[in-house]
């Protein structure tokens, strides 16, 4: 036989057996056999080599590398096929390593993430959760809140009463203007010491635009005990802000008014160069306790109400709280 015949056969045999080989061991077998370095049929054809004439030996030698070459190319492969091959579970028809089939999981509302973020916060300062109703009475929605029949928070016009109070009814019923309407329901039913959030929405018919809703989240805290005071609101407010914000920023209080807080202030953030509104807060006004059957003699108390959407928007650089209701994928898939 000469070279070009047995270069054939090799070739022919080692292409053969690699293209038949069906698992990563008869793979192996097939490189040991027509690639293997010590012995095997690619040592014995370069062993012949001994015995060409010098000059063919260049055209020979020639031959047998390309030869080589390309069954070791055939071999690696085959090889990446092998590795890549998709791997039934044992005794299943189910091929686990088969791609997807691209369906995107979905995830939490901005809001939402925000909510949990803030309840999160106020959970590692010793504040529970509560939750409490979204149509209320008056009495919880005002009158224990300190809001006179004669104020000008109860204009029907200005909120949405669902009914009135009638020989049927009873009593009148509106959608909560305001999460603090959670403190008297937790004050009712609790007795001091007391820490505690509300996250909820609240509904107020404003007209709609980029900064305002007639439906918006708020959260509520509410902290009561023998020696609540301005300070620890303060602080605890500072807190909040540097936990959400990551940075020391300073709080602000600037004097403000509420029926249910005395004294009552609005509450600032540092930002950049300026003051950015977060929400209200105050001392619990005394009538309030008293509302509750507290003692405000024995007991004081420190609440506030921030709205949840500035400070979503702040973070992510949202203009505009409608998006947050408009249910628009390519919105909500960038949070
Ligand atoms: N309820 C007030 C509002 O909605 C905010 C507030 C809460 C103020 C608690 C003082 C204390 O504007």
Redesign the pocket.
Known sequence: MDHEQSFASYEQDALKSIEAAATADALEAARIEFLGKKQGRLKDLQGALGSVPVDQKPAVGKRFNEIKDRVTAAWEQKKLMLESAPKKAAGSEFDVTLPGAGLSLGKLHPLTQTIEEFKDIMARLGFESEEGPEVEDEWHNFVA?NIPEDHPARNPLDNFYLSVASTVTKEARLLR????TV?IRTMEQRQPPIRIVSVGR?YRPDQIDATHHMMFH?M???MVGPDVTMASLKTVLQLFATAYLGENVPVRFRP?F?P??EP??EFDVRRGNGWLEL????M?DPNVLSACGYDPEKVSG?????GIARFCMMRHGIDDIRHFYENELRFLQQF
């Open positions: 809140l203007s305001q999460t603090s403190q609240v708020q509520e805290g509410l403000s509420f249910f807080t009552s202030v929400g209200g807060a105050g619990v420190f609440a506030f109400g921030l």
